[in-house]
């Protein structure tokens, strides 16, 4: 049988498993067999998934579980998409148990992160149900890398997703992540023009591979053109590690000088991650400049947004999901047991 869920279209035997390692062929059905089972419950700030303009401030419980269906030379959670001892998951959790912790440590959202839920589709979404029962809201932070039928369900049960939009060439996805470029382009266009996802897109800039001017433009250009200036985009510090051990880590500067660009290009809201630069987590007014949320790292120092999330002095509304008043989790990490 061929897995239908990503572009892989792994070709499975009975007892065989795909790529990602955690989908299986069992007599002819296709098991997830990491259903129930999380490498690690954490409860994080929102901005460190990143996401800047959903519900700034509050707190989010971030899980995942192990594999992935991309590989990433660059892997920065390596150890948890590579995995291939079952015994690593030592967290046992159903949706309800997971959507009830959420709830009891006043968790705005759940997140599933460190390796990516589209290969846990089927526990992520059951999560996503079970949160919704209670009021919460749900985020995927994502490669983007599945089929479009799948691409449908899933994100159907999502509030948000900050999608890794890796490189803008596909030399660079083919090389150094065993994907390609034009599947995340259509999850992308996907998720901001079919559905009500609010959508953030992070870049993990990596010196000498995909970091030229050229490619910075070109990949901003296509953000302005084919999803509009108002998805946010965060340029994330590369450190070496997994198979990159001799790239040196991503200067700051370099952040800075992509973020000039994206902007120069029409991009209103650019960020930058994995860095101290107060101006590069700022978020500003597209319309007068107004300085409307200051952080540093992921606390935030001012918040001058209305109740209706709107600029204070020329009434432009930020784009995005923002409660009257903000969250205050600011830097903290919180290790839960379900």
């Known amino acids: 049988m061929v897995c239908d869920l990503c572009p892989r279209d792994c070709a499975l035997g009975d007892g065989q498993r795909g790529l990602c390692f955690v989908r299986q062929n069992v007599g002819g059905e296709m098991v997830l067999t990491t259903y129930g089972r999380s ?20 707190s ?31 967290t046992a959790a159903s949706p309800e148990a997971i959507a009830g912790a959420a709830r009891r ?6 997140a599933f992160t460190y390796n990516d839920p589209t290969i846990f589709a089927e526990y992520a979404m ?17 490669a983007g890398y599945i089929h479009a039928q799948a691409r449908t369900e899933f994100y159907a049960k999502l509030d948000a997703a900050n999608v890794d939009l890796k490189g803008f060439s596909d030399h660079f996805y083919r090389k150094l992540t065993g994907g390609r470029l034009a599947a995340v382009l259509e999850t992308l266009e996907y998720l901001v023009h079919e559905t009500e996802v609010w959508t953030e897109i992070t870049t993990l800039v990596i010196p000498g591979h995909n970091d030229s001017d050229t490619e910075l433009r070109a990949q901003c250009e296509w953000i ?28 700051t500067a370099t952040l800075r000088r992509a973020r000039e ?45 209305t109740a209706t999330g709107a600029c204070p002095r020329c009434a432009t509304p930020l784009a995005g999901h923002f409660d009257a008043q903000p969250g205050d989790f600011g830097r903290k990490r919180l290790r839960v047991v379900v």
């Open 39 to 58: 490498s690690g419950l954490c409860i994080d700030p929102i901005e460190k998934k990143p996401l800047n303009h959903f519900y700034p401030g509050s």
């Open 60 to 90: 989010v419980l971030s899980l995942g579980t192990a594999g992935c269906n991309l590989s990433c030379k660059f892997c920065q959670n390596w150890d948890i998409s590579k995995s291939r001892d079952m015994d690593t998951l030592t």
């Open 105 to 110: 440590h006043e968790c705005k959202s759940v």
């Open 126 to 142: 059951d999560i996503a149900d079970a949160c919704h029962e209670r009021g919460l809201k749900t985020v995927a932070v994502t």
């Open 224 to 251: 302005v053109e084919r999803l509009g200036p108002d998805v946010p985009l965060h340029f994330s510090a590369f450190h070496p590690d997994f198979k990159l051990l001799d790239i040196p880590p991503t200067p």
């Open 261 to 305: 660009i994206a902007r120069a290009s029409g991009i209103r809201h650019v960020y930058t991650g994995n860095v101290h630069d107060v101006a590069g987590d700022t978020s500003s007014c597209a319309s007068c400049g107004e300085q409307l949320i200051v952080r540093d790292w992921y606390t935030l120092l001012r918040y001058r947004l």
